[in-house]
């Protein structure tokens, strides 16, 4: 495609002021404006059929082909003129919902030698397979006078997975952590479930836990000592309705749980406990069965990922009742969510409160710093007046949702979305070493 830049038609509108005078003043040369046009075209066509055509230049395009949701994916777009070549060219890139451009598509590639090249900084927003559109190209003729534009289809895809860059990082880091302080041994003998040995009873030794016949017989005060039951049954049941599908700090807050649920099952497994993965919105999901060992540590990832966004209102009732029928030994079920309005909360609260009799309950809740921010903000408006008030509404009935949970026995846990996962690690551990599971 060739069609004239700005600069050709700011050239030949300037002609006509003066034609204009002119044809008033020397009605004979009327013509004049008319060749002046003609003149303009001329110089256009000429620029259109000198330098490099259309369909001369190669393109590409280099891309990862999978990348977790909410990392950066950087697009290297490369050109090479085999003939004459401009000195600058113009690209943009066709992107697919799943993924965005901070900074735009478009991108200004300098030529040198016949090639260029240019980084289009990228973020997954979103998970899914991600197909790139068309790339379009662009450069003016020597004169700067006609664009020469063309569009090249690209079948270039990116599986945007969920974030395990927290797995991977602090994963094992996490497991090594609490091995190098004592608590696997703590874990493994102490105050647990499950008999392990005898031993001499010593000061600050928990005086129930003496064995009163076995000291009677070896003429020597003998202790109980008891291993913590290891194959505990840990639930990650994620609220995937149209709440937890909104963006909390440019990423939906689903795959925030999921990278926090990815990061604790990780730990869970290398515990020796047995990990599940629960998912519903309007209706029940996905519903996998316990697993353990680490290396299950894949069938939980692909379980997540395809968890899909969805737009229905999110059914606890359904959901929490399905779930607690599956489940036919005491569990920790951490239900990530997300109160939405009063109602809503209500009935899960009804819901949920079916499951305490046998299972230990984990609400896990994000801080939504721009609710905070706007009701903390000074107004300058009435209409920042109004949006303040309804943050602070909102605030409101979320703490009073969370008072409530609390008062009726659950556990609760609300963190910033960076530290999510890492404080439910540390809060699955504490409830492990207590002997709570």
């Given at each position: 495609m060739i069609y004239p830049t700005s600069r050709a038609i700011w050239l030949a509108a300037a002609?006509?002021?003066?034609?204009?005078?002119?044809?008033?003043?020397?009605?004979?040369?009327?013509?004049?404006?008319?060749?002046?046009?003609?003149?303009?075209?001329?110089?256009?066509?000429?620029?259109?059929?000198?330098?490099?055509?259309?369909?001369?230049?190669?393109a590409m395009i280099a891309i990862a082909n999978s990348c977790g949701v909410g990392h950066e994916l950087p697009a290297t777009i490369g050109l090479r003129f085999p003939g004459a070549a401009p000195r600058h060219a113009e690209a943009i890139l066709e992107l697919p919902e799943l993924l965005t451009a901070p900074s735009g598509a478009r991108a200004g590639i300098a030529i040198a030698a016949?090639?260029?090249?240019?980084?289009?900084?990228?973020?997954?927003?979103?998970?899914?397979?991600?197909?790139?559109?068309?790339?379009?190209?662009r450069w003016t003729g020597p004169m700067g006078l006609a664009w020469k534009q063309?569009?090249?289809?690209?079948?270039?895809?990116?599986?945007?997975?969920?974030d395990i860059r927290?797995?991977?990082?602090?994963?094992?880091?996490?497991?090594?952590?609490?091995?190098?302080?004592?608590?696997?041994?703590?874990?493994?003998?102490?105050?647990?479930?499950?008999?392990?040995?005898?031993?001499?009873f010593e000061p600050g030794m928990d005086r129930r836990a003496i064995d009163w016949k076995q000291s009677a017989r070896h003429a020597r005060l003998l202790a109980k000592e008891f291993r913590t039951e290891r194959n505990n049954h840990v639930v990650f049941a994620l609220d995937a309705g149209r709440t937890m599908c909104e963006p909390l700090d440019g990423v939906p807050r689903i795959d925030r749980a999921i990278s926090a649920a990815l990061l604790s099952a990780y730990v869970a497994l290398k515990l020796g406990d047995r990990v599940s993965l629960f998912g519903f919105d309007a209706r029940p999901r996905i519903a996998s069965g316990s697993v353990s060992g680490a290396r299950a540590f894949g069938l939980i990832q692909r379980l997540a990922a395809e968890l899909d966004y969805s737009t229905e209102e999110t059914n606890y009732t359904l959901a929490l009742t399905t779930l607690g029928g599956r489940l036919n030994r005491r569990s920790l079920i951490v239900v990530f969510?997300?109160?939405?309005?009063?109602?809503?909360?209500?009935?899960?609260?009804?819901?949920?409160?079916?499951?305490?009799?046998?299972?230990?309950?984990?609400?896990?809740?994000?801080?939504d710093q721009e609710l905070t921010d706007i009701a903390a903000a000074p107004p300058e408006s009435a209409d920042d007046v109004s949006r303040a008030v309804t943050a602070a509404e909102l605030l409101r009935e979320r703490r009073i949702v969370v008072t409530r949970?609390?008062?009726?026995?659950?556990?609760?846990?609300?963190?910033?979305?960076?530290?999510?996962?890492?404080?439910?690690?540390?809060?699955?551990?504490?409830?492990?070493?207590r002997n709570l599971l």
């Amino acid at each position: 495609m060739i069609y004239p830049t700005s600069r050709a038609i700011w050239l030949a509108a300037a002609g006509a002021p003066a034609a204009l005078v002119l044809g008033v003043l020397v009605p004979g040369y009327w013509y004049v404006g008319i060749g002046w046009t003609l003149f303009v075209f001329a110089l256009v066509a000429i620029d259109a059929v000198t330098g490099a055509w259309p369909n001369e230049p190669q393109a590409m395009i280099a891309i990862a082909n999978s990348c977790g949701v909410g990392h950066e994916l950087p697009a290297t777009i490369g050109l090479r003129f085999p003939g004459a070549a401009p000195r600058h060219a113009e690209a943009i890139l066709e992107l697919p919902e799943l993924l965005t451009a901070p900074s735009g598509a478009r991108a200004g590639i300098a030529i040198a030698a016949g090639q260029g090249g240019a980084t289009l900084p990228l973020v997954a927003a979103r998970r899914g397979v991600a197909k790139l559109g068309g790339l379009w190209l662009r450069w003016t003729g020597p004169m700067g006078l006609a664009w020469k534009q063309r569009c090249d289809p690209q079948d270039a895809r990116v599986i945007v997975t969920p974030d395990i860059r927290p797995v991977r990082e602090r994963g094992a880091h996490l497991f090594l952590r609490s091995a190098m302080h004592g608590l696997i041994a703590q874990l493994d003998r102490g105050d647990g479930a499950e008999f392990e040995s005898l031993a001499d009873f010593e000061p600050g030794m928990d005086r129930r836990a003496i064995d009163w016949k076995q000291s009677a017989r070896h003429a020597r005060l003998l202790a109980k000592e008891f291993r913590t039951e290891r194959n505990n049954h840990v639930v990650f049941a994620l609220d995937a309705g149209r709440t937890m599908c909104e963006p909390l700090d440019g990423v939906p807050r689903i795959d925030r749980a999921i990278s926090a649920a990815l990061l604790s099952a990780y730990v869970a497994l290398k515990l020796g406990d047995r990990v599940s993965l629960f998912g519903f919105d309007a209706r029940p999901r996905i519903a996998s069965g316990s697993v353990s060992g680490a290396r299950a540590f894949g069938l939980i990832q692909r379980l997540a990922a395809e968890l899909d966004y969805s737009t229905e209102e999110t059914n606890y009732t359904l959901a929490l009742t399905t779930l607690g029928g599956r489940l036919n030994r005491r569990s920790l079920i951490v239900v990530f969510t997300e109160f939405s309005d009063p109602t809503s909360a209500e009935l899960m609260l009804r819901a949920a409160t079916r499951l305490l009799d046998r299972h230990l309950v984990l609400f896990v809740v994000l801080d939504d710093q721009e609710l905070t921010d706007i009701a903390a903000a000074p107004p300058e408006s009435a209409d920042d007046v109004s949006r303040a008030v309804t943050a602070a509404e909102l605030l409101r009935e979320r703490r009073i949702v969370v008072t409530r949970l609390r008062h009726a026995g659950f556990h609760v846990l609300e963190s910033p979305h960076n530290r999510v996962g890492l404080k439910l690690v540390a809060f699955y551990i504490d409830l492990k070493r207590r002997n709570l599971l």
